[in-house]
Each structure stands twice: as structure tokens, then as C-alpha cells.
């Protein structure tokens, strides 16, 4: 049971990239962060307006001189003191995170990057073997990963209470883009336009979310070939998709389904994985995340509570208050963040056998999240043709 208390030797020196005022996810980043005390932030560039940065930095209590103008003053300037930073949080849109996150990690800094990594995966590549150089931590917020129901369905999978593994159902598909709201909110506006998104809007911006959440549940599988179609339904947003299938093939013959939307009306969240194996099924929802469905076949459905002893020891080590009360996206993005700390901390000392036991989405994860979506637009380009999976 978590009870706040420091899990690392000392908070890690932290700052902001983006996630200034107005921002959509900086806060969550803040929230997670600071909850444990496992990071302090001490410095930022938290806006690409210098002077609102400033303003913001302020007022979260940031010293006035430590609140730069943009990432490349903030890395410089830091490198000098004797009490600078050592590790960034980068939550800017998409088409800066790999300028931004190469800066860091040529700083020597540890790095919380904002999915997707990167446009391509060469670019994914050049940043995962500078990682592996400099010996520092990239962790990618995939939020609903630290969820401890996560680690549940990962654990009753790895452990057979399913049966071999047949199907694996995936599902993020809102509906709050089912007209071109990006007119009027410029938050949404740069999702829609490749030259700030990438090659992909759903795909990159909500599919790779369940994409890694079945990753963390079966991190054997591996893909073999899939196939995809994508639509631009509100017609402004071509040549990014706002709707998208894809199915796949594993190696062992299992298959694979996901369905993403911005454009699936009505619809609040929709994020779903459902595994399917020969004897039973989970489910799991984002909209109830405290329950995990437990299907067997031919008996009553079964709904897995968080917080509750029948549950594997590993769902339990992240609970911070007992079972009946909701735990949600904060804790789980809190889980994620005090779990990266340690990674720092244990990479610092060298000690990669503890960053692994951690199980956090590190750069594997990045750099996978953006084969998974490069190797989809070719395919749904080449007109929804199975591809095999490069
Ligand atoms: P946003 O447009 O709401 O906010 C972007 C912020 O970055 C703003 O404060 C802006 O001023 C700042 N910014 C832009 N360029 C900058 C630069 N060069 N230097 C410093 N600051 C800069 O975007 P958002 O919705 O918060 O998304 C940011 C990133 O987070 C995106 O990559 C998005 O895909 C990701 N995201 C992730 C999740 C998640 O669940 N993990 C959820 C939402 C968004």
C-alpha cells in the first residue's frame, strides 16, 4: 500500500516542456509527479509563449529565474549549476518531441516523454541507442498502464486462468471530434494537421494507448502482419485519420482488433482491451477501471474488484486507499511516475536489473508505439492491404 512516503533516496531535481496554462495533460504530469514527492519541480519551460511560461512557472512556485524561455536555455542554463535539474518531462505537441527529447537526453537528463515518441521510427531509433548510451531513463506516459487491474490481467494471463490466448480485442474510440471542433479549440487543431500530429491522428493519439496496455498484459506477442483502414470522416482532416481498424496476426496464430475514433458519437472514452482465451476472458474499461471483468465460460460473469485480497500480490502493491473507493487516471499516471523515479534512481547507480523490474514503459515502448502506427499508415495507404509487420 502506498502511503506517500519518499520512495527514493532524495526527490529528483524535475522540469516541465510544454504543459503550461491551458494545456490538456500538463497538469496530470504535475499531479503524478509531485503526489509521492518522488520529483520537485525546481525549473520549466512550460509554454511557447516565453512570457505566459514565465507567468505560469510563477505561479506554480517556480523561482523566477529558472522559468526559461524555451528547452534550449532551460537545458543550458541548468548544466551550470551545481543543483540542476536531472530529469524533464516533455508535454508539447507531438511534432517537437523528438528535437526536444535528443536535446535532454544529450543534457544528461532523464526523460518523461509524452506518446507518440516521435514521427518515425528511425528517429525512435536514433533516440533509443542515445539513451542507451548516456545510461538514462525515457518513460512514456501511457497513463492507465500503472493501473493496478493492468498488472491483474497480466498476471491471470502469464499464470493460465485463461486458457491459451486466442483474441485480443482493443478499443479507444470517443466521440467529442465528430465535427470539426478544431475550428474553434487550437488543442485540437494541431492533432488534425500532420505538420504538428505526424503521419497520424487516432492512430498515434489514442489507439497506441490500449495498443501498449495489451503490450503490458502480453508482452510476449509479437505481430506478424496486420492490416489497416483509416477514414477521414469530418473530410477537412485528410490526409489524418479520425477513425481507424486494424486487425492483426500474431506469430502462434492468435488475432488481433482494434478500433479507434475521435468521431464515435456519443461516446465518452471507449477505451477498452478484452483478451480472449480458450477457457475464459478479461475486460477491462476505462470508464470503470476499478473492475476488471473475469469471464469463464459457462459459469457467471465475475467482476474482479480493485483493492481485494482474491487479487494477485502484484495488483495490490500500488493501492493507496482500500478496495470500494474509486481509483482513476491520476493514480494510475502517480503510479507511473513514482515507478520512473526509481528507474532513474536504480539507473544512476547502474542497476538495470531493477530499472526492468519496474515494469514502466520505457523506450521499448516508445519506439514501439511508433513501428506499430508506421507499419498501419502503410498499410492503409497502400489501400488496407496486409502488410508484414517491419
Ligand atoms: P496542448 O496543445 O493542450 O498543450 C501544449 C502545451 O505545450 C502548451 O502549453 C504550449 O504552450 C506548450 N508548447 C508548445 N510548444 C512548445 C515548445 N516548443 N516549448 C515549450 N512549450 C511548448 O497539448 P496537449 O493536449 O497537452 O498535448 C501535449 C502532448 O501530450 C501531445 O504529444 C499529446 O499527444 C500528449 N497527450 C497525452 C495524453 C496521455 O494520456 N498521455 C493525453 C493528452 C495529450
Known amino acids: 500500500m502506498i502511503q506517500g512516503d519518499l520512495k527514493v533516496t532524495a526527490p529528483i531535481r ?20 509531485l503526489r509521492d514527492n518522488s520529483f520537485q519541480l525546481v525549473a520549466g519551460a512550460f509554454d511557447i509563449d516565453p512570457e505566459r511560461g514565465r507567468e505560469f512557472g510563477e505561479s506554480l512556485r517556480v523561482a523566477p529565474e529558472r522559468c526559461y524561455p524555451d528547452y534550449q536555455t532551460l537545458f543550458a542554463e541548468e548544466a551550470r549549476r551545481e543543483d540542476g535539474i536531472q530529469a524533464v518531462s516533455i508535454a508539447t505537441p507531438n511534432s517537437t518531441h523528438f528535437a526536444i527529447c535528443k536535446a535532454a537526453l544529450e543534457a544528461g537528463l532523464h526523460v518523461v516523454c509524452e506518446k507518440p515518441l516521435c514521427f518515425s521510427v528511425d528517429e525512435a531509433e536514433e533516440l533509443r541507442a542515445l539513451a542507451q548510451e548516456r545510461r538514462r531513463i525515457v518513460g512514456v506516459t501511457y497513463g492507465y498502464a500503472g493501473h493496478q487491474l493492468i498488472r491483474q490481467a497480466r498476471e491471470m494471463i502469464a499464470n493460465g486462468d485463461l486458457g491459451e490466448i486466442r483474441m485480443i480485442h482493443m478499443q479507444f474510440a470517443h466521440g467529442f471530434h465528430s465535427e470539426a471542433v478544431e475550428q474553434a479549440n487550437p488543442g485540437t487543431r494541431w492533432r488534425v494537421d500532420p505538420r504538428y500530429a505526424g503521419p497520424s491522428y487516432v492512430l498515434g493519439d489514442l489507439a497506441t494507448h490500449p495498443y501498449y496496455i495489451a503490450e503490458m498484459m502480453l508482452p510476449e506477442l509479437r505481430i506478424k502482419r496486420l492490416l489497416c483502414s483509416r477514414q477521414s470522416f469530418v473530410a477537412s482532416r485528410a490526409p489524418l485519420e479520425d477513425n481507424a481498424y486494424v486487425l492483426m ?85 502517480s503510479n507511473l511516475y513514482y515507478r520512473f523515479a526509481l528507474a532513474m534512481e536504480a539507473m544512476d547507480r547502474g542497476d538495470t536489473t531493477a530499472v526492468e523490474a519496474l515494469g514502466i514503459p520505457d523506450i521499448d515502448a516508445g519506439v514501439e508505439g511508433v513501428r506499430w502506427v508506421e507499419n498501419c499508415v502503410r498499410s492503409a495507404d497502400a489501400g488496407a492491404v496486409w502488410v508484414d509487420y517491419a
Request: charged share 25%; glycine share 16%; net charge negative.
Open 249 to 333: 496476426e500474431y506469430e502462434g496464430g492468435a488475432m488481433g482488433h482494434l478500433w479507434t475514433s475521435a468521431v464515435n458519437a456519443g461516446s465518452m472514452h471507449g477505451q477498452k482491451v478484452r483478451v480472449i482465451g480458450s477457457r475464459a476472458s478479461v475486460e477491462w474499461w476505462d470508464e470503470h477501471p476499478n473492475q476488471l471483468r473475469y469471464e469463464v465460460q459457462g459459469e457467471p460473469v465475475r467482476i474482479l474488484e480493485r483493492g481485494m485480497d482474491y487479487l494477485y500480490p502484484q495488483a495490490r502493491e500500488d493501492d493507496r486507499i482500500g478496495a470500494g473507493h474509486p481509483e482513476g487516471l491520476f493514480e494510475a499516471w
Open 14 to 33: 524535475w522540469a516541465m516542456v510544454g504543459g503550461g496554462r491551458g494545456s490538456q495533460i500538463g497538469y496530470s504530469h504535475r499531479c503524478a509527479a
